[in-house]
């Protein structure tokens, strides 16, 4: 189910030419430069040349919310044409064709969408996902497993509070048998349909209250089969599970928003068999043996994503440390990868410290890695605190994961469509790395994607890494590959202090929350103080390989 959708909201649209100055007590809009690149390739795509140069005239898309609880904003175009000229009123109509017009999945307008607090979201990647009129803080999740049989039965208590009036509400969760719910202590009416649970509370739930909803369930989980044709979800072992949420797996073990825009705290128990280690994220507070079975309680006091929420069951050597800072590291290792290619243990303190003299201080309270045995899975993933290795990994794989937990975990894209802000940033961290430790420049990395040479440049042109066409592209080459291109055609231009000053701020002022690729290139031209946007629309949105530099 879509959040609240603007087709129904009022569209106020203006011309300005650019040599304009904006009335002092007006609202600053915030510049779309996605928007502005969708409408140019719509232009040309529509074969009339008149069309394509009317598109070119316009400069800027910029949006101004005005009533967040309608759902109202202004669009304001700025262009190089007269503001009342015939051309610019042939613009401005165009513009309203292509923001009306219906592609076969929905209107444009339809994808300007507002998450739980309030914050505008173009997500029509994933237009099911999550759902609207509350904002969850808090999930307390209690598991029970019983590997033989691959059974969960849990209970969640989600604490969130109304945005609007709530008569119902409903929560993701992808199979599983519901057997009870509440809200506030009183049982609610329960409804499925698809992924969705919908729960109906004796009574309507009011807007800005802070509410308890607690769910309990049992079943045997789902594996999905993810956009990108890979596995996720509740995922089987040759001894337990990985349950692995990105993007939409998490809906397989616990019920939830599960949207990236909808952040939360977590407490995790997990029992299990008493032979075996139940892994998740944040710190271990408690281990408790009764019988045969024991008990892991695990707190991640700091915000997170759904999709980086984990479980992972087996037989594990764990260690245990702190960094060079204090902080504390948890690795579990299976027995069948000891012996890979560098000790992770002792290699993860070491990334973390050299990443947070980069990219500022580390944003969680522990940190750690699980590496378990299960080679077929053919990917890694960013859980947050402790990344998830299928296998034995090298350097740079520890390198990219863990960069994550500053770019994707702590800041973390309003929706998947900027995923280039985690793959390209993590990305380009292993080139960092790599230049900064005897191996090839960042630059010698870059001019080897351009040229096709490197073994991850296939496929790179594809698509704007800031732009997938579809859910099953989010993955892709160009997200990664084209994504650290453009982070390091930006350094050339602002030079490294400018640069790594960008990096820290970017992860200070959106630390534990939510932000998307206009916020960063805002960032950026305030820091190096120059105008970004011909390198933004070259190497983020522009369809085509750019010339070389």
């Known amino acids: 189910m879509k959040r609240a959708l603007a087709s129904a909201a009022a569209l106020c649209l203006t011309l300005t030419a650019c040599s304009g100055t904006r009335p002092p007590d007006k609202p600053a809009p915030e510049p779309h430069h996605r928007l502005l690149e969708q409408f140019r390739s719509w232009a040309r795509d529509a074969g009339e040349s008149r069309t394509a140069r009317h598109a070119q005239a316009l400069h800027t898309v910029e949006v101004t919310d005005t009533d967040t609880d309608t759902y109202d904003y202004d669009v304001e175009l700025r262009t190089d044409l007269p503001a009342k000229s015939a051309e610019a009123e042939e613009l401005a109509e165009l513009f309203r064709t292509w923001w009306d017009g219906d592609d076969g999945d929905g209107t444009v307008r339809d994808f300007v969408l507002l998450d739980a607090r309030g914050n505008r979201v173009d997500d029509h990647l994933f237009p099911t996902l999550g759902n609207g009129g509350y904002d969850v803080t808090h999930y307390a999740l209690t598991l029970d497993y019983a590997p033989d049989a691959n059974r969960l039965t849990g209970t969640a208590v989600i604490t969130a509070r109304a945005t609007r009036d709530l008569p119902r509400f409903t929560l993701d969760l992808a199979g599983l048998n519901v057997r009870h719910a509440t809200t506030d202590g009183t049982e609610a009416r329960v409804s499925r349909a698809k992924n969705k649970l919908t729960l109906t509370p004796a009574r309507t739930i009011g807007k800005g209250k802070t509410f308890r909803t607690t769910v ?81 309680r695990w707190r991640n006091p700091e915000p997170m994503a759904s999709y980086a929420a984990t479980v992972v069951t087996g ?36 990334v973390v410290d050299w990443a947070a003299d980069r990219f500022g201080p580390y944003p969680f309270s522990s940190t750690g890695a699980v590496v378990d045995h299960l080679p077929d899975l053919r990917y890694a993933l960013e859980t947050q605190t402790k990344p998830y290795f299928e296998e034995a990994p090298d350097t740079l794989l520890v390198v990219h994961e863990l960069a994550h937990q500053w770019f994707g975990n702590s800041v973390t894209p309003r929706a998947w469509q900027d995923m280039w802000l985690n793959e390209g940033f993590a990305t380009y961290a292993e080139w960092l790395w790599d230049e900064e430790h005897g191996g090839r420049s960042a630059q010698e990395t870059f001019d080897s994607f351009y040229d096709g040479t490197h073994g991850e440049s296939e496929g790179i042109w594809d698509f704007p890494p800031a732009d997938p066409p579809t859910a099953t592209k989010v993955s892709d080459p160009s997200v990664y590959g084209r994504g650290a291109m453009t982070l390091h055609q930006l350094r050339k231009k602002v030079g490294d202090p400018t640069f790594f000053a960008i990096l820290r701020a970017w992860t200070r002022e959106h630390r534990h929350g939510n932000a998307d690729t206009e916020q960063f290139i805002a960032l950026c031209e305030q820091k190096s103080g120059q105008d970004l946007s011909d390198l933004f629309t070259t190497w983020l949105f522009s369809p085509s390989k750019p010339p070389a530099t």
């Open 216 to 296: 309990r369930y049992d079943g045997v989980p789902r594996m999905l089969t993810a956009s990108d044709g890979g596995n996720e979800g509740w995922i089987e072992t040759d001894d337990g599970v990985a349950a692995l949420g990105e993007p939409t797996g998490s809906m397989t073990w616990f019920p939830g928003n599960h949207h990236p825009s909808d952040k939360a705290t977590y407490d995790i128990d997990v029992t299990v068999p008493s032979d075996y280690t139940a892994v998740s994220n944040g710190t271990l507070r408690e281990t408790r043996r009764h019988g045969k079975r024991t008990t892991f």
């Open 315 to 350: 037989v594990f050597d764990v260690s245990t440390g702190t960094t060079d800072d204090g902080l504390p590291v948890y690795t579990a290792v299976d027995p069948d990868e000891a012996d890979g290619p560098v000790d992770v243990p002792d290699l993860v303190p070491e």
